[in-house]
């Protein structure tokens, strides 16, 4: 399966077009991180991206307390993508790590040529995130 193919599953595209999600990778770039390098901590404000796992796992902590793992095809950071709120969560690489990462800028120009598609699932998965931490 390919890169394209893997990113299409994410909940974040589903709903999005084919050629603009394409257009979106087109724009985005690979980061990696070494195991048990700090990503981004809690309270930090952001910097304008979120990451997908493209490879192996994360550890996220939340008021110092591990909340969750995520792995391979999972997103985060993307609350950074709509708005400027500090971190709410501080993301550790488990193990040596490659993620996509997308930026704000590009998103925010995509949307304008989308039918707001995207600006919708990022809304929507930003209340998963919230209705999860509660």
Do not use: C
Not at 3 to 19: A, P, Q, S
Not at 22 to 37: D, P, T, V, W, Y
Not at 64 to 85: K, M, P, R, Y
Not at 112 to 124: A, G, V
């Amino acid at each position: 399966m390919d890169f394209f193919t893997n990113t299409k599953k994410l909940k974040i595209f589903e709903w999005i077009k084919n050629e603009v999600v394409q257009e979106i990778l087109n724009h985005s770039k690979r980061q990696a991180f070494a195991a048990g390098e700090i990503i981004m901590e809690q309270w930090d404000m952001p910097d304008g991206n979120g990451y997908i796992i493209e490879n192996w796992e994360v550890e996220i902590f939340i008021n110092g307390v591990l909340s969750a793992h995520l792995s391979v095809w999972h997103i985060f950071g993307e609350i950074a993508l709509l708005n400027e709120e500090e971190r709410s969560a501080t993301i550790i690489a488990k193990t040596p790590i490659t993620t996509i990462v997308l930026n704000q800028e590009t998103l925010f120009s995509m949307i304008e040529h989308d039918d707001n598609s995207i600006n919708k699932e990022i809304m929507r998965r930003m209340e998963e995130n919230l209705e999860d931490e509660e």
